[in-house]
């Protein structure tokens, strides 16, 4: 049996293949090589470099593979050195991990690298920090937006008791544990780092419009030790998963929401959809009037959300009104307040959304009306959704939805989509709820399962 030798230098996230036949070389370019469509025109890209013989480190599982299928042997040389400082953190012995948690744990500090998939809801963060916690070395953890930013930090202070350093929102502050946004280290540069990071966390690593921001960042940053959270493993586009899987490596290990559903650790989903007639068809051709018309400013549409939303907080529910366009979230608040609901609108804009997310987690306000809580923001009070902004997105149906399956005591969370006639946004609605069956598997709604069918 023929022996493949893959070495990955110090200092890299690179492997380079040495002594290996020409046909080596050709079978890893095949595997690591997709389409990218530019309009009607599709050219190959290969995250394999014919040059310089390399690829990135997250990838040695697919190779390994491929060349273990074809009878040969693999031979890693890792000369990467574990570089960083100890830790010293108190784990906060009010975070017991559940066996799932420590399940994720052990694999991921076996494994050394890959992705952990796991629900909205199941802990995700505790997960990270564990990790963290165990291997007692320097850290970075890699998130995209400001709310994850702090709301990382805070876990840090609460739970492993250290003081986290800040690199984003115009901080640069670095400590043993770093919380860096991906865009400032993309702009500033991850050669502007002070400290050793023996640990690399990647947060929601399943974002689509961050595959190429996490690919380039991810093959910039040659920690040994690198690991992805991610809701929502699964993805459309071979390059947007070869991507992911080359900067943080293969998914390794994987729990579905039924299974945490069943276990009681995440709220049992109960489905609704409005339906709504509008008194006119819809004029515009072009998608963006066509949205306006038929999800901003439909009258119609928009009456009967409210009505949803005044039942459902009249029941008790704290409510979350998902919506896409700032404009369409304005006018849900107006016509609610109308109704007597104490409703705001919250969104990356809005200057005292710290003051709202209080008031909502109070039960000063019943309706939370936003742009903003698709990915990462934890509000546990929230039991009831109502999509109402359309888009056919899997990754953050599931992300928003996700929101309101925390446990509630036995009373259930209540996730409604609204179906629009038009054709076009009504292929969307059947998108969401292929999603939705797909992620919440048996218990998604026997009624609904023979609509998305048809």
Known sequence: MKTVVLRIPDKSALVYIEKADPKIYFMIYEELTYRKSFGKWEKPESLYDPHTKSFPVGLIPRVKKLLNSKG??????????IEGVEINATWNEEYKLRKYQEK?????????????????????????????????????????????????????????????????DNNWIEKPVTVAMIQTLLSRGVDKLQLPYAVVVFDECHRTSAAEKFYELGISLPQRFRFGLSATPWRRIKGEELKIE??????????????????????????????????????????????EEIIMENEERNKAIVETAY??????????????????????????????????????QSPNRWEIFEKFKNGEINVLVSTL??????????SAIILAGGGKSDIMTI?????????????????VDVKDEDPLLFTHFIERQKALRQYYGRYYDKELEKLIKT
């Open 399 to 415: 992300q928003t939805i996700g929101r309101a399956l925390r446990p509630k005591g036995g009373s259930g969370a209540v996730i």
């Open 311 to 348: 039942k459902l907080a009249k029941q008790g529910h704290r409510v979350l009104i998902d919506v896409k366009r700032i404009e369409h979230g304005k006018i849900l608040v107006e016509m609610l307040k109308k109704k007597g609901i104490n409703a705001e609108f919250l969104s990356s």
């Open 104 to 168: 994720a744990v052990k694999k991921a500090l076996k494994s050394g690298m890959g992705v952990l998939a796991l629900p909205v809801g199941s802990g995700k963060t505790i997960i990270g920090l564990r990790i963290i916690y165990e291997l007692n070395l320097s850290a970075l953890v890699v998130v995209h937006t400001k709310e994850l930013l702090y709301q990382w930090a805070e876990n840090i202070r609460r739970v492993l008791g250290i003081e986290p350093g800040l690199v984003g």
């Open 246 to 291: 080359g900067a943080i490596g293969p998914i390794i290990y994987e729990v579905k929401a039924e299974d945490l559903i069943k276990e009681k650790f995440l709220a049992k989903p109960r489905f609704k959809v409005i339906e709504y007639e509008s008194s006119m068809p819809p004029l515009a051709e072009r998608y963006k009037e066509l949205y």
């Open 373 to 382: 809580l698709k990915e990462g923001v934890d509000i546990p009070e929230i």
């Open 72 to 81: 040969y042997r693999i031979r890693v040389i890792d000369e990467r050195k």
